[in-house]
């Protein structure tokens, strides 16, 4: 065997996003004992770090040492006990996610089913939930990142809090790059991914839980059933009220990865990352609109950090995407599911939110096209992209 050496990249798919020189830098210091006082003291920052990019004041705030899939995965199975019947609005790939993590949890799916590329209907989730009235869980994404779609997570908490249902949010492509915020809209249990508008390397699920959804957990007539995700263990060590105690060996380096991306997301500010990403999906999407590609979703529920276009008639989609890996070192994402062969899935996350990374895209892209015989002009693209930014 000899050394990996990766290529260079930019990462403008639907995560990961391209990570720092900071926080990379970071993730290479010196490795301490996950007890060291030192590494404590680090995780106490990270801690209320995390509670500030989830706008909330819940106690139990820290990253899952796992990818966001985990992060979902702790939700469920520590509120999700046998019989419990959970309301899922799917209108995406990690909607049917979630109704997979409500069965193997023993609950009940009542599924709302939304058309691809659309965002849910909160008169629908209101019917749905007085039609059943057993239900004790609403589940949504809230960014859904296999089609670019922002839910109005505002209203879906409110509905939810109506039918008193506690409420599970996807916020992994969200936090970071749109508001999240935990405490204002009252969502319950809330998991996010590093790898996304956090610009972190991938493998660990930042989650956030309130005092309400605690109780579920404190008052289950049953343990749960992943003892890694068990939060009343995992909290020993978390959250370790009079010394911590061992529960895993914490992802030491990741986490001073995930520490360095919160320094840098507060030295901008999150209000000013949400701009930057608004900002740069406009720019982004008056390329795309003058190279002649056409948005999947409509603009007032467009996630600016996920962009999904149609691929013209004709044109295979794939090979654009190996011809710009290959000639450009630039990833795009693929359609996933039904979208599969019908979209790219352009991601504007965290570092990779620039101009630098627009103007190669819209210059790649359009290279890609006229190569593909689907001619396709770069100059006017640069020039529409660069006229929004002001
Ligand atoms: C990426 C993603 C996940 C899964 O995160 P992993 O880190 O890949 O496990 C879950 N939900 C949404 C909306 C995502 O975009």
């Given at each position: 065997m000899q050394s990996f050496h990766p290529p260079l990249r930019t990462l403008m798919g639907p995560g990961p996003s391209d990570v720092h020189p900071r926080i990379l830098e970071a993730m290479a210091r010196p490795t301490i004992g996950h007890l060291d006082p030192a590494f404590q003291g680090m995780m106490e920052e990270l801690k209320e770090g995390l509670k500030a990019l989830f706008k909330t004041e819940n106690r139990l705030t820290f990253p899952v040492s796992a990818p966001g899939s985990a992060g979902m995965e702790t939700c469920f199975v520590n509120l999700v006990e046998e019989g419990d019947t959970v309301v899922v609005i799917k209108n995406g790939v990690f909607g049917n996610r979630m109704c997979e993590n409500v069965t193997r949890a023993g609950g009940v799916v009542v599924e709302i089913n939304v058309e691809w590329g659309k965002a849910p209907d909160p008169a629908v989730v209101d019917a749905t939930l007085s039609d059943h009235p057993e239900a004790c869980i609403l589940a949504f994404v809230h960014a859904e990142t296999s089609t670019g779609v922002l839910a109005d997570a505002a209203a879906l908490c409110a509905i939810a809090q109506k039918h008193k249902c506690l409420t599970i949010m996807d916020a992994v492509t969200s936090v970071g790059g749109v508001p999240v915020l935990i405490d204002e809209w009252g969502v319950d249990a809330v998991y996010t991914g590093?790898?996304?508008?956090?610009?972190?390397?991938?493998?660990l699920s930042p989650v956030s839980f309130s005092e309400r959804a605690l109780e579920r957990v404190r008052s289950r007539a049953t343990p749960v059933h992943s003892w890694f995700m068990d939060l009343s263990l995992v909290m020993a060590y978390w959250?370790?009220?009079g010394g911590r105690s061992y529960h895993h060996t914490a992802p030491v380096n990741a986490l001073y990865g995930l520490h360095e991306s919160l320094v840098m997301l507060f030295e901008e500010g999150l209000e000013e990352a949400w701009d930057r990403h608004a900002a740069m999906h406009k720019s982004l999407a008056a390329g795309l609109e003058a190279l002649g590609l056409e948005f999947?979703?409509?603009?007032?529920?467009?996630?600016p950090q996920l962009n999904a276009v149609k691929v013209p008639e004709g044109v295979d989609e794939a090979s654009i995407r190996a011809y710009l890996l290959d000639a450009h070192n630039l990833e795009i994402g693929a359609g996933l599911g039904p979208m599969a062969g019908k979209v790219w899935r352009i991601g504007l996350m965290?570092?990779?939110?620039c101009e630098k990374n627009i103007d190669l895209c819209l210059t790649a892209l359009a290279d890609a096209l006229t190569r593909h015989q689907h001619p396709a002009d770069a100059a006017k693209a640069l020039a529409a992209a660069k006229a929004v930014r002001g």
């Open positions: 590093s790898q996304k508008c956090l610009s972190c390397a991938p493998g959250d370790g009220q999947l979703v409509a603009e007032d529920i467009r996630l965290g570092t990779s939110a």
